[in-house]
């Protein structure tokens, strides 16, 4: 079996481009089922990023046992890969789909309404974006597709919420929809809840929330 022998730096230099491809090959399907900016919903230049605290280099130092850039390591590349792609499992806790604007406020901590032409005409539809700038909950459904899991929450009017925090505890909540209608938005509506406001969900620990619309019967 190949090895790497070296240090973490060298690992990252010569072994990094591959493990994005990997990545790569992960999300592209993710992003054609999605189909939308999990942010503020533009269908256009979809891009995969990882969540904060969870993105490549992270897992590849986890992965490793060290973050020090000289330290030696002595690596199986094919055990290694297939542990990096179970870290990547479930998708929703490692990965979001965002618009290329809304990745680059993300990175930058300076998230702010998408500017693409796409964009704007959803969100003067639908009002999905947030004006705030600075981090966003990720917010990712099952379906993932939005207007998939609307359709399926209006026939069935049950949910299940699925709260991440950062001591890696989770909690789940029941969500009657019974309320929701054809012009409700999902994100927003989701947002609109107390403990997921700016400001309040940091104040929780809350580091990510799921949904699942539940099948009647």
């Known amino acids: 079996m190949a090895r790497f022998e070296g240090t973490n730096r060298e690992f990252k230099r010569y072994v990094g481009a591959q493990l994005r491809v990997v990545v790569q090959q992960l999300t592209k399907n993710r992003k054609a089922s999605v189909g ?8 256009e230049d979809l891009e995969s990023a990882h969540i904060h605290g969870r993105d490549r280099t992270d897992i590849i130092d986890m992965l490793l046992g060290t973050s020090e850039r000289d330290g030696a ?4 590349l094919a055990l290694f890969e297939t542990a990096f792609r179970a870290e990547h499992e479930p998708f929703e806790k490692t990965m979001l789909i965002l618009c290329k604007e809304c990745h680059r406020a993300y990175d930058t901590g300076h998230l702010k309404r998408c500017r693409s032409a796409a964009g704007a005409r959803r969100l003067n539809h639908e009002g999905a974006a947030t004006s705030r700038e600075g981090e966003f909950l990720p917010i990712t459904l099952d379906p993932a597709n ?3 899991f609307k359709s399926r929450l209006l026939a069935s009017r049950q949910a299940r919420i699925i709260i991440f925090y950062g001591d890696r505890s989770s909690e789940t909540r029941h969500w009657n929809a019974s309320r929701f209608s054809e012009t409700s938005n999902v994100f927003r509506n989701l947002r609109s809840r107390p403990q997921f406001r700016q400001g309040k969900w940091q104040k929780f620990g809350i580091v990510k929330v799921h949904a699942e619309v539940l099948t009647s019967g």
């Open 36 to 43: 939308a900016c999990m942010q503020c919903g533009a269908t």
């Open 73 to 76: 390591i002595s690596v199986d």
């Open 146 to 148: 939005p207007e998939d």
